[in-house]
């Protein structure tokens, strides 16, 4: 069954610094999300793409955040300058175009912001 | 804020069937109902979805009312691999936001 990939699977940051994760969605979906779950909470929507842009963003996803589909292939979140409210996990999802098709997600990468 | 309400836990014995419950009142006319899980600190899983007729695939059932105002998951023998945390949710389309709730942690044990 197809599987939507990310890596790495944990990293640990210092705070301030710059991380990129990483995704690859399955490979006939044409839309990408990332949502982010903290420790405890629900899962929260940050983000998500199609064609190329940003088709809807939430409150969350503010100018330390930005993605990129820098190939064909992967999908990925960049965080500026992370901050110790940042550590969570990051999942990335896909899904098809249209009406009535569920998202798949993959199995996250938990970031740790020190 | 998630447009669906469901009980926030609920038991089941291994080999019974596990229904679950969620209320979606506000849901539109172009809403599916999609039900996803989270075992662990994995990533979500879809289950289903549906928006008026009842559903089965090779993991669930799912149950709508005629008004569409509520529905129900049926896992038809649980199992413990089945204990989870389950999310109804409403949407309408791809690339629209899931917003996921508290969801149901359902409990299955031998």
């Known amino acids: 069954e197809p599987e939507v990939t990310q890596t790495p699977s944990h990293q640990v940051t210092q705070m301030g610094q710059e991380v990129i994760l990483r995704c690859v969605p399955i490979?006939?979906?044409?839309?990408f999300y990332w949502y982010r779950q903290i420790l405890g909470q629900k899962v929260e929507f940050l983000v998500s793409?199609?064609?190329?842009?940003?088709?809807?963003k939430s409150e969350i996803f503010d100018d330390q955040f930005s993605v990129e589909r820098p190939d064909g292939s992967n999908f990925t979140l960049k965080i500026r300058s992370t901050k110790l409210e940042d550590s969570a996990m990051y999942f990335c999802?896909?899904?098809?175009?249209?009406?009535?098709?569920?998202?798949?997600f993959g199995s996250g990468t938990r970031l740790t912001v020190v | 804020d998630a447009k669906t309400t469901q009980p926030p836990s609920m038991d089941c014995a291994e080999g019974r069937a596990a229904n679950l419950p969620c209320n979606h009142s506000?849901?539109?006319?172009?809403?599916?109902v999609y039900w996803y899980r989270q075992i662990h600190s994995q990533g979500p899983q879809y289950i289903i979805h549906?928006?008026?007729n009842n559903e089965t695939n090779e993991m669930a059932s799912l149950i709508i009312t005629e008004d569409r105002k509520s529905s129900t998951l049926i896992l038809p023998h649980a199992t413990l691999r089945d204990t989870a945390l389950y999310y109804c949710?409403?949407?309408?389309?791809?690339?629209?936001?899931?917003?996921f709730g508290k969801g149901t942690t359902l409990s299955v044990s031998s």
């Open positions: 999802a896909s899904s098809l175009e249209g009406v009535g098709y569920g998202y798949t």
């Open positions: 490979s006939n979906h044409l839309y």
């Open positions: 793409f199609y064609n190329n842009e940003i088709s809807e």
């Open positions: 506000t849901i539109s006319g172009n809403e599916y």
């Open positions: 549906g928006l008026k």
């Open positions: 949710i409403v949407n309408e389309q791809a690339g629209t936001a899931l917003i």
